[in-house]
Every structure is written in structure tokens, then in C-alpha cells.
């Protein structure tokens, strides 16, 4: 079965980091462009970043380039997703995503003071 599971979660302050880690099973990992999504209070789930699947090409919202790092170790069947200088507007549960899978649990994220 096709398994991703999100961690790295947690409260940080403003201009704080975290790196959130997305662990995939059930699938050729490294054949298959990854994404990571969010969901903040209110709002609809929007895509952040894409990574291929040799890490070639990646994307951003506009809203976390200069910010945040999408990454993936293929042989470790994990996606990684760095994020700086973190901001109020960041809070959201962040979920990571396969072309085909289903959505997981997330993995919350608040940054506050």
C-alpha cells in the first residue's frame, strides 16, 4: 500500500525553522515528482512545493521562495521540506503528496510567538 507519512511538525517562533520530513512506501519513490501542500485555518489547501524525481526541477508559491528548501534522499524514500525564516502566515497542518496518493494525517505547523 502507498504510505506517506509526514513529520517535523511543531511551534516555532517567527524567523524560526523547521524541517519537515515526508517518509514514502508502497511505490517507486525515486520514478515519481513529489509535492508538499498546506491547509492554513480557513483556507484551502494549497500546493508550496514540487520536487522531480531526480530533483532537477523544483517549485515554489511565490509566497516561501527565498525560504524554503524542497529536497529528497531517494534512497532513503524520504522527501524533506526546510523551512526558514518562518512567518505567522505559515501556520498550517503541511501534508506531502504523490500524483496518486491519498492524503495523510499532515503535520501542524504554528509559528508564534
Known amino acids: 500500500q502507498v504510505q506517506l507519512v509526514e513529520s517535523g511538525g511543531g511551534l516555532v517562533q517567527p524567523g524560526g525553522s523547521l524541517r519537515l520530513s515526508c517518509a514514502a512506501s508502497?511505490?517507486?519513490?525515486?520514478?515519481?515528482?513529489m509535492y508538499w501542500y498546506r491547509q492554513a485555518p480557513g483556507k484551502e489547501r494549497e500546493l508550496v512545493a514540487g520536487?522531480?524525481?531526480?530533483?532537477?526541477?523544483?517549485n515554489y508559491v511565490d509566497s516561501v521562495k527565498g525560504r524554503f528548501t524542497i529536497s529528497r534522499d531517494n534512497a532513503k524514500h524520504t522527501m524533506y521540506l526546510q523551512m526558514s525564516n518562518l512567518k505567522p502566515e505559515d501556520t498550517a497542518v503541511y501534508y506531502c503528496?504523490?500524483?496518486?496518493?491519498?492524503w495523510g494525517q499532515g503535520t501542524q505547523v504554528t509559528v508564534s510567538s
Open positions: 508502497g511505490f517507486t519513490f525515486s520514478s515519481f515528482v
Open positions: 520536487i522531480s524525481s531526480t530533483s532537477d526541477v523544483t
Open positions: 503528496k504523490s500524483p496518486f496518493a491519498s
